[in-house]
């Protein structure tokens, strides 16, 4: 049903529909997004048990992914192929940091830690970009987002269960710390490209340049690419390795990408990262069914906190916009 303007509503209350509405699509589309991310790493699991390094599952997940877009993208490019020569600097951080640095550091630390715990770790970006806009337009955040990044901050030292209950390997720590990083640079590059670039090409260019940065640093004998014909295990069944990597190109890497840049266009770095904090507890879940992986406890109440600090923050979010 359409909504008809009341003579009486004020010119604020009629625009702030669209916004609202918009806003409401850009939520579902992150929701959705942060389920196909959160089973990246039980895809990847599954090519690690299969004998595949971290760099060759990243190269052969952008590459096979880049392939899969790379109609799509043209087709959506028709008639604005001038928008390359504004935008070229932004797909290449895109793919650099945002998709090759950031999915390798998180498939490293996958390879040391629970999947869960991983990417608890790399969802420390929400916190990052709080505190980087804070220092650039040197403005306070309200006591909403203090109060949320503080809640998701707690949350994040619980999963870590600091009280030695879990087996936390440090160089996973710091490998997950790289990855938030990179997601960082992700969520700032999707919120504020041209507009008028579509995000297929973002996502199809950032794929194919992260797969070429994991080629160079294979090359340079920075990490081993290894590939592997063997098979892992889903769900107590034996995989092949293919279904492991085709569901890591088309779920966790096309689909995801795609939405994740539209729902950071909608609803902004801020907020868009602060909701695919839900990527976690998707992850949890994934693991659990997929892979019997189960966080302790602490660990669980950490994941309840981190949902905490994202509604503070989005209830937040909708309070200034209807200022």
């Known amino acids: 049903m359409t909504h008809t303007p009341d003579p009486l509503d004020s010119p604020a209350q009629t625009a702030a529909a669209p916004r609202m509405s918009n806003s409401a699509r850009g939520v579902w589309i992150a929701l959705a997004s942060s389920a196909a ?3 990246s790493g039980t895809f990847a699991r599954g090519l690690f048990e299969a004998g595949w390094s971290p760099v060759a599952a990243v190269t052969a997940r952008m590459a096979g992914a880049a392939l899969v877009l790379a109609i799509p993208a043209m087709l959506a490019m028709r008639g604005r192929w001038t928008l ?3 935008n070229w600097v932004s797909i290449l951080l895109f793919g650099l940091f945002g998709v090759g640095a950031c999915q390798l550091c998180y498939f490293l630390a996958v390879q040391r830690l629970d999947v869960g715990v991983a990417l608890l770790l790399e969802y420390l970006a929400p916190v990052l970009i709080v505190l980087v806009l804070w220092v650039r337009h040197k403005k306070r955040p309200s006591v909403a987002t203090i109060a949320g990044t503080l809640l998701a901050l707690g949350g994040l030292v619980a999963v870590l269960d600091l009280t030695g209950a879990s087996d936390i390997d440090p160089i996973g720590v710091l490998w997950g710390l790289g990855a938030a990083i990179g997601l960082t640079v992700y969520f700032f590059i999707s919120a504020r490209v041209d507009g008028a670039l579509p995000p297929i090409m973002l996502s199809a260019g950032g794929m194919a340049i992260g797969a070429l940065s994991m080629v160079a640093v294979a090359a340079f004998g920075i990490l081993p690419m290894e590939f592997s014909t063997g098979s892992g ?4 069944y034996e995989t092949p390795w293919w279904l492991a990597l085709i569901g890591l190109i088309l779920i966790s890497t096309v689909f ?3 939405t994740g840049v539209m729902a950071a266009r909608a609803l902004g770095s801020k907020v868009a990262s602060f909701i695919s904090l839900t990527e976690v507890l998707f992850a949890v879940l994934w693991a659990w069914l997929l892979l019997s992986e189960l966080p302790g406890p602490v660990q669980l109440l950490g994941g309840l906190l981190i949902v905490g600090g994202v509604v503070l923050v989005r ?3 909708l309070r200034s916009t209807r200022l």
């Open 37 to 39: 991310f959160g089973i």
């Open 84 to 86: 390359l020569r504004t």
């Open 233 to 236: 295990s889903f769900a107590g």
């Open 256 to 258: 995801s990408y795609t």
């Open 315 to 317: 209830i937040d979010e």
